[in-house]
């Protein structure tokens, strides 16, 4: 069936690295996928998504390149700020597309 | 605009006991779903509703059940509590018909339960 695989954590990082958060997916069909991140204490927020292969979802910084051949959808970040620590999850819409299917998470700290 | 609201934040209760979770849906969203994370483990899709009609079910048993009403709010019952149950209950609402495939859901904080 469909899945997700993501990066185990924890990775901790200083202000200002580069950030890649790996993510691999097995899907029915070519499904939209997301990032989602979970502050310490919140729910979940969409962080950035891709609907169709070779698309690039971005936000806060983010980006995120929907990779058909390889079926992996990376979080990566240029320079990664204190604020960015959190949970990041990988996810996509199972193919009856009523549901969310996520990865594992992958906990982020970035020390000042 | 009013995000997803849910009630309790925290409970605690013994096993065997009931518990019943609220979920306030966006204005405007007619679909709700409920998801279970356990600690330090991704959502697990528990259930969702579309319309007042349970529209998809996880793998779960069925102690756990679930309602919407019709201002689109939400209820999850489980029954019968086991140690296992304890999480995060996670409720998400959205709008259209039920599908997630391009459509953002909007996540509330949850309800820690923990079960004795």
């Known amino acids: 069936g469909d899945s997700v695989t993501q990066m185990e954590g924890p990775v901790t990082l200083s202000e200002e690295a580069f950030l890649t958060i790996n993510c691999t997916y097995t899907a029915t069909g070519y499904p939209s996928l997301f990032w989602y991140v979970q502050y310490p204490g919140e729910g979940l927020q969409l962080l950035l998504k891709?609907?169709?292969?070779?698309d690039k979802g971005s936000n806060k910084g983010f980006e995120a390149t929907y990779r058909k051949e390889t079926t992996s959808f990376h979080l990566e970040k240029g320079s990664v700020q204190v604020s960015d620590s959190a949970v990041y999850f990988c996810a996509l819409p199972y193919s009856s597309a009523s549901k969310i299917i996520f990865g594992s998470g992958t906990r982020l700290s970035i020390r000042p | 605009e009013t995000g997803v609201t849910q009630s309790p934040t925290h409970l605690i209760k013994t096993r065997g006991q009931q518990v019943t979770l609220r979920c306030s849906s966006q204005s405007g969203h007619n679909t709700v779903s409920w998801y279970q994370q356990a600690l330090g483990q991704g959502p697990q899709f528990i259930f969702q509703?579309?319309?007042?009609?349970?529209?998809g079910r996880g793998n779960f048993p069925p102690r756990f059940s679930g309602l919407q009403f019709p201002n689109y709010s939400s209820e999850l019952n489980v029954n019968a509590l086991e140690l296992d149950d304890s999480a995060l209950y996670l409720c998400a609402s959205s709008p259209g018909t039920g599908s997630l495939m391009n459509t953002e859901a909007f996540f509330g904080q949850g309800t820690r339960l923990t079960v004795v």
């Open positions: 891709a609907t169709k292969a070779d």
């Open positions: 509703y579309y319309r007042e009609e349970e529209n």
